[in-house]
């Protein structure tokens, strides 16, 4: 499912707009309520929005988090 997100902190790096969902630019009910009314669902694709959040998953993050500590410990016993 799409994002709606204020455009602001991370939502601006994590969503992409028309793509995975969209910003608005007031923190109001009004400028929310106006996205969700003029926004088509349809036009997401739910595969794409799927692939973008994947590169956020756990399952990621924790094989990144593997590969950078084995990458740091094999330099670190080759300087002996």
């Known amino acids: 499912r799409p994002v709606f997100a204020y455009?602001?902190?991370g939502a601006r790096e994590i969503i992409q707009?028309?793509?995975t969902g969209d910003w608005f630019d007031?923190?109001?009910w009004e400028d929310l309520?106006?996205?969700i009314v003029r926004v088509d669902p349809k036009q997401?694709?739910?595969a794409r929005i799927q692939q973008q959040a994947n590169t956020?998953?756990?399952q990621r993050f924790e094989q990144q988090i593997k590969t950078f500590?084995?990458?740091a410990y094999h330099q670190f016993t080759q300087q002996r």
């Open 56 to 58: 956020y998953s756990t």
């Open 33 to 35: 309520a106006d996205m």
């Open 7 to 9: 455009r602001s902190g």
């Open 17 to 19: 707009p028309g793509v």
């Open 69 to 71: 500590v084995d990458s």
């Open 26 to 28: 007031f923190q109001t």
């Open 44 to 46: 997401y694709d739910p």
